[in-house]
């Protein structure tokens, strides 16, 4: 009987698959789901014009959620008015459900806040905030939904 030679066989599966999640989506999935200005400012870290988001003059109680992929992202005790045209928060809900990054574009440097879960562009975060944090996280309207709750 003649011994078989050994052979890789594939099982069809990545050994990397178990670090892949349901977020990541190619880019032409998110522009299919998102509206034009969701994609710009959630995918391309682009912002959206001061004043102008459904968000920021809202006070309502409630959860303040990723518009990508539903994250909890902050909460409505969290939130107060800069009076700079974003909805501001001196707090994310959690300290996983963000993530900071160095941002220098635009000739300026800035810590970028991003979904932990999605790597959404949500903002910026500055240390001009209020109490009891001393931090502004400086959010798109755009790229959040808002769930009305207690
Ligand atoms: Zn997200």
Redesign the pocket.
Known sequence: MRASPARLRSTGTSPFATLANN?QKSEADWRAELTPEQFRV?RQAGTEPPFSGEHNARTAVGTY???????E?FQSDAKFDAGCGWPSFFEPASLETVTTHSDVSLGMERIEV???????HLGHVFPDGPDPTGQRFCINSV?LTFEAGD
């Open positions: 977020e959630a959620r990723c518009v990508c992929c539903k994250s992202l991003r979904c932990a879960k999605c790597e959404a790229v």
